[in-house]
T-cell receptor, first 111, second 116 residues
Framework: GESVGLHLPTLSVQEGDNSIINCAYSNSASDYFIWYKQESGKGPQFIIDIRSNMDKRQGQRVTVLLNKTVKHLSLQIAATQPGDSAVYFCAENPSTGKLIFGQGTTLQVKP | EAGVVQSPRYKIIEKKQPVAFWCNPISGHNTLYWYRQNLGQGPELLIRYENEEAVDDSQLPKDRFSAERLKGVDSTLKIQPAELGDSAVYLC??????????????FGEGSWLTVV
């Protein structure tokens, strides 16, 4: 079936460095993607989204890149902070309205 | 503005007992979702409502799970009887509209169920 997956289950970075979290999706017809951050004991929190007619979108300290040719999505976090430690999920939101999540990448920020 | 509100936050029950979760979506959001998240996994959709109508319940185990959204606002999710494998986080979410892309889905904090 359809699935959205992440390349690495865990990513460890030094505080102040940039982080890059990757995601591969399988549904070439998907036209909208979202990154969520989930801290321990909390629900997923919306970070940033991107439509398929774009290849880059920037937010505050975060950038999402979309490569439709290889069906790849990435989340870049600039100057990673301890508060960025969490599990990050990419999700595909096709026109059916059904959000499909990947497995998640745990970001660990070392002080 | 309040986000998606869920209760209870935590629940521990014995197997074969019933349990119910309640959700109040963001004001004005027509679409409500219930997701289940197992440990270490991403959330998976159980049911989606557009107003009062369940438009996608294909992943809801209907033998023991039921849900309702009678007035198109609050929703409850019930499990009866609960099984050990039902231990998970039950997430409620809402969006302004369900159909079409670009409708951001906002999640509540989840109801953490442990079945013993």
């Amino acid at each position: 079936g359809e699935s959205v997956g992440l390349h690495l289950p865990t990513l460890s970075v030094q505080e102040g460095d940039n982080s890059i979290i990757n995601c591969a999706y399988s549904n070439s017809a998907s036209d909208y993607f979202i990154w969520y951050k989930q801290e321990s004991g909390k629900g997923p929190q919306f970070i940033i989204d991107i439509r398929s007619n774009m290849d880059k979108r920037q937010g505050q300290r975060v950038t999402v890149l979309l490569n439709k040719t290889v069906k790849h999505l990435s989340l870049q976090i600039a100057a990673t902070q301890p508060g960025d430690s969490a599990v990050y999920f990419c999700a595909e939101n096709p026109s059916t309205g059904k959000l499909i999540f990947g497995q998640g990448t745990t970001l660990q920020v070392k002080p | 503005e309040a986000g998606v509100v869920q209760s209870p936050r935590y629940k521990i029950i014995e197997k074969k007992q019933p349990v119910a979760f309640w959700c109040n979506p963001i004001s004005g959001h027509n679409t409500l979702y219930w997701y289940r998240q197992n440990l270490g996994q991403g959330p998976e959709l159980l049911i989606r409502y557009e107003n009062e109508e369940a438009v996608d319940d294909s992943q809801l185990p209907k033998d023991r799970f039921s849900a309702e959204r009678l007035k198109g606002v609050d929703s409850t999710l019930k499990i009866q009887p609960a099984e050990l494998g039902d231990s998970a986080v039950y997430l409620c979410a809402s969006s302004l509209m369900g159909q079409g892309s670009g409708n951001t889905i906002y999640f509540g904090e989840g109801s953490w169920l442990t079945v013993v």
